[in-house]
């Protein structure tokens, strides 16, 4: 064993190339015996299509409590009417959607009692208090 090889063992691996084919096509010689014919191989796979870019892209920001809360409550004012729809501009109402997302609100708020900030404690106070108030003057006004 060479000085190079031993100093290669002490790293602890060793990369060996164990490819029956080269960069050619062509059988390695340590594969010839066993390389079945040419015409019988598949072909090289080609490589897969490349998803669009958006599927590459990073999230602009961190998802965290606040974004998630933030982002339910952005889809309940939609329902409420009080936001268009961001593709097509239409002004939509749907109050039992936006009552979902507003008692699923308040179920985190339930639920994280005593696990979060006080920013987010305070964050989560203040919008369930405005969506429902909007919830309300929105069912009163269909009636």
């Known amino acids: 064993m060479s ?3 031993d100093q290669q063992d002490k790293r602890g691996f060793k990369v060996e190339d164990r490819r ?3 960069e050619t096509g062509e059988a390695r010689p340590e594969h010839r015996d066993s390389a079945t014919p040419p015409a019988a191989t598949e072909p090289p796979a080609s490589p897969a299509p ?3 870019p958006a599927a590459h892209t990073p999230p602009p920001f961190a998802i965290t409590f606040s974004t998630f809360v933030i982002s339910l409550s952005t889809q309940a004012l939609a329902h409420l009417g009080e936001i268009s729809h961001p593709i097509d501009n239409q002004v939509a109402v749907d109050l039992v ?3 979902q997302l507003i008692d699923i609100l308040g179920i985190l708020k ?3 009692q005593g696990n979060l900030d006080a920013s987010e404690s305070s964050l989560l106070e203040s919008i369930l208090y405005d969506l429902r ?3 309300v003057e929105r069912a009163r006004s269909r009636s």
């Open 110 to 112: 339930d639920k994280t």
């Open 20 to 22: 029956r084919f080269s």
């Open 50 to 52: 490349e998803p669009p």
């Open 3 to 5: 000085h190079e090889e």
């Open 133 to 135: 108030i909007k919830y």
């Open 97 to 99: 959607a936006a009552k």
